[in-house]
């Protein structure tokens, strides 16, 4: 048998990942956070870095950005600073950014992949699976303004300039494509989940660069680093990765050398373009800023630790336990926080039907009519609510469960309900789907039925119980399918084999 060739190359990734903060007002002045407000009017002195104008720090945005480094595992030095990172760009009129270069808020951490975080074409073939993506830091800076390039000018929109940034920088941890697409993924989840930022590609409040650096296998010292940007994406993202890291191989195996630099991602040509040799820190020239004094962060740290949330891994493993529900299913239902608090929320409104049965509804009916998937490759929906509410679907799965509708008829209500024709109790009793439970109406069927199949009667009472659903299959259909399905299986089972009912 012919052995497998053993790959040539390997690939080292790292991102820098910025997010905007769910803060009401920017960075370093009052302004108003808001997206999709009219060019240039959320603006101030400060932000517009007007001579004079001086910063003031956002308490509320030092506290986020604690609180996900809590949920990350992260260490909050005792003091922190700010400072300057001077260049020259049209987005940064005072020409630096006031950002955190030695002390940031956040060192260490890490962020757990998610199996549901893969592409779904991967989640069957996950290298390590459970593999942590150690984090170098978090630190929080201001953004810039957002420019516009038409086809013979450019446009700059300073509503943006000054809103809290994040940047989350990792370690070369990741090995492939969909090892970058999961960390994004399940970082996403984590931001939302603690409230801390809408995570929002689209918008532009969740912004990825990417390093990559090829060598040979077993080399040591990693390969030059390329910088992708222009990244809009988490599939856009796996696509660049792909590409350029074929690219860096062909590079090398035509004996050339790879230089450290900027490239842009072009999605619609799927490749990338040279932007700019690559800068280094030295280049920026950072030096403290002289406007904003350390912060001691131990106050702020306690305030904080009581706000960090169940985050969805821990929620899954107590939904597995408590619940009773399979790692896949678990893993779904915690998948974002919105549809976790649902699940809660239906199990506890419904007192007759068990967890598992509250999940199945959910994941294979509800979401299918919301057409929600597990699957991550769009960006988070925005929708945070569901068109049928948890406490009607519990008394949806109640009456299910009790034998008043049948699964079937129950699907057929849900529809219904989700599309605002009312609750189930009106539907059922609207389209006559109410079930015959009469005892003495039932018992009268199952006489007629057994007495006309005394073969039927003979296999069951010989050894195939399961020949039982038979029986209740033709007293459906003998009430035009209104019979309680449990109660005529017990009324069949009492009469045929009396020892075993119960």
Not at 299 to 313: A, I, Q, Y
Request: charged share 25%.
């Amino acid at each position: 048998m012919p052995r497998l060739s053993m790959p040539k190359y390997q690939v080292t990734i790292g991102l820098e990942v910025h997010a905007q903060l769910t803060t009401r007002s920017k960075m370093f002045c009052g302004c108003a956070v808001q997206f999709g407000a009219q060019p240039n009017t959320n603006t101030c002195p400060t932000c517009l870095g007007l001579p004079g104008a001086l910063p003031v720090l956002n308490e509320a945005a030092i506290e986020k950005t604690i609180l996900t480094g809590m949920m990350l595992g992260c260490e909050t030095p005792p003091l922190v600073k700010w400072d300057r990172k001077n260049y020259f760009y049209p987005d940064m009129p005072k020409n630096y950014q006031i950002t955190q270069f030695d002390l940031p808020l956040c060192l260490g951490g890490g962020v757990p992949l998610y199996d549901l975080a893969y592409p779904k074409d991967a989640q069957k073939t996950i290298a390590k699976p459970g593999k942590v993506v150690r984090l170098t830091r978090i630190h929080l800076e201001e953004d810039v303004a957002k420019s516009t390039h038409h086809e013979r000018f450019s446009t700059i929109d300073f509503n943006r300039a000054g809103t809290p940034l994040m940047e989350i920088v990792s370690e070369p941890d990741i090995d492939s494509a969909e090892e970058a697409f999961a960390y994004l993924n399940s970082l996403r989840q984590i931001l939302i989940y603690g409230g801390v930022s809408d995570a929002d590609m689209e918008k532009g409040n969740l912004r990825c660069d990417v390093n990559i650096s090829v060598r040979e296998v077993g080399a040591e010292k990693l390969g030059a680093k390329v910088e992708l940007k222009n990244l809009n994406s988490v599939s856009a993202v796996r696509r660049a990765i792909h590409f350029e890291s074929a690219r860096q191989i062909q590079c090398l195996e035509r004996g050339e050398s790879i230089q450290q630099s900027t490239r842009r991602w072009d999605d619609d040509r799927g490749e990338t373009t040279l932007m700019r040799s690559k800068e280094d820190a030295h280049d920026y020239r950072y030096f403290p800023d002289p406007d904003l004094v350390p912060l001691h962060t131990a106050e702020l740290v306690e305030r904080v630790r009581g706000s960090v949330p169940e985050l969805p891994h821990q929620k899954r493993a107590r939904f597995e336990k408590d619940y009773g529900c399979s790692s896949y299913d678990a893993s779904v239902l915690a998948s974002s926080r919105e549809l976790a608090d649902y699940f809660e929320t239906a199990i506890a409104a419904a007192a007759k039907a068990s967890p598992k049965k509250v999940a199945n509804w959910i994941l294979n009916e509800l979401l299918a009519l919301e057409k929600r998937t597990d699957d991550l490759d769009a960006e988070p929906s925005q929708q945070t609510s569901f068109s049928v509410s948890a406490q009607a679907l519990a008394q949806l799965v109640e009456l299910v469960e009790a034998g008043s509708i049948s699964g079937a008829q129950g699907k057929e209500v849900l529809a219904a309900m989700a599309a605002g024709e009312g609750n189930a109790a009106d539907i059922i009793r609207a389209r006559g789907f109410e079930q015959v439970s009469d005892s003495g109406a039932l018992e009268a069927i199952v006489n007629d039925i057994i007495a006309a199949n005394p073969d039927r009667v003979a296999e069951v009472q010989g050894g195939n119980p399961k020949a039982l659903n038979w029986f209740t299959g033709q007293a459906m259909k003998a009430s035009g399918g209104k019979a309680n399905a449990k109660m005529v299986t017990e009324l069949v089972r009492q009469k045929i084999l009396p020892d075993s009912a119960g």
